[in-house]
């Protein structure tokens, strides 16, 4: 089962803790917040994360100062 | 899931209105005499969990903006509703916060046919076995509803909120928090509201045109409902149209031909160069050969979205009026999201510049850069639907685009250097 690592935007500060904890993920947007790579159906706020980088994305969302991360299994959410 | 055939539950013992005349058949300002003179009373029986089959046959989509199936919405709330530990009833919340500047046509429903709406708001709570329910406007919806609730007595449950008058205080999740909580800002999409809205409980948001479909469907039955509008787009929508000639709400059939809404409205259509369609998160769309759909081809559809249509007159630049536009998206963002809030100001900087004088032809570059890198990237759609709107302007006024790079505007000669 592939993971997704959830961005809350309502939290994030934009520091860049994350997009260096996950560099083949995440780049840095203009102004510092979390770019996703790679997009899964258009979606960039929940970020594909495979195995081989579940331990830095679990080690990202421990670390993140503004607790704007999370790991699921699977991704929820209406469009309205 | 079952097609609705002499099983349907309702009991069906009245016409319904015919003709695209179907929300406001009751005239302006009804109360519930005439309310119930026109659609007679709400059924008793079979208005339950039964009318998930019947929303879901009649095709019934959310004219809040999404076009989401409405039975979709009402199914997910009953599911999770099973589904949690303490089975907690439903909150179940009429939508008419109506944000758009462009769109006036939840305020007219709610003054001239409240009692639709709240037949709508029962109807859905009655299929989800609905707890609290709620009916959240802004100010100039509340008195006419308050006033149809006094004349009722099956609506005690029924509590009125006032919405703020923000862009984005409509969202779904906005309302949500807006009720339980105070500030109508989105909240972060990590769980649907059907799970866990308003206090944790599944919560149910219905714009407030889609409940009094509901009501009508309640009543009179899908095959009634889809008698207007085509199968991709069945019955009819509420549309506010705007533009030199002035404002005109008018309630036309699914699928309705563009120019003719704009006839419609008494819209010289010779005089317009441009419309605006879903509103200020829509498209531009010229000419006028399209259809408005919320689903079809983007080469002969657009998506209605909460029913909005804006003419633009030729002696107005296109450009202008969506740097105008996109200034207002970027100062309503909720400023919550990092992408929205520094990322619609970018956008709207580079679009004024466009706009008024700038010649630099990376500008048109920086705006589809700054378009990608904000979409998807928001608690809510609000980046996403600005976005659309600054992409769809650089397409429809590509010739001016032009005109504006080489240092002139075909809308206004002679003003610019
Ligand atoms: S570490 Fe957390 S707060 Fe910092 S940029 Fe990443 S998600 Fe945002
Ligand atoms: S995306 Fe923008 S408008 Fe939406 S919640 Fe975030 S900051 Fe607010």
Redesign the interface.
Known sequence: MSETLHIDWTRCDGRGLCTELLPTLLDRDDWGYPLAKRATNGDRSNVAVRPAHSEAAREAVHLCPKMALSLANQVAGFGQ | MTPVTAEMPMVVDRQGPSGTHRLFAAGNDAGLAEHVQTFGALPSHGVDARLIDVVEASGLT?R???A?ASWR?IAATVDARSGAPLARKPVVIANGAEGEPLSFKDKALLAHAPHLVIDGLLTAARAVSGGQLFIYATDAGLPAVERALAQRHDSRSVRLVAAPETFISG??SAVVNGIANGPA???????????SGFKGRPTLVLNVETLAHMALIARYGSAWFRTEGSDRDPGTRLVSVSGPAGDRLLEVAGDAGLGDVLSSADIDTSSIQAVLVGGYHGRWVRPMDYRLSPTGPASHTVRPGAGVVHALPDSVCGLETTAQIVGYLANESAK?????M??LP?MARVLNSLAYGGRDPQLVRELGRLSR?V?????C?HPDGTAQLVGSALEAFSAEVAAHLAGTCSKRMGRRS
């Open positions: 959310g809040g903006g999404a989401f919405k969202e779904a800002l989105p909240t972060d999409h990590r769980r649907r509201l059907s799970e919550q999201c990092g992408p929205c520094f990322g970018a890198m979409t998807g990237r928001g608690a759609h």
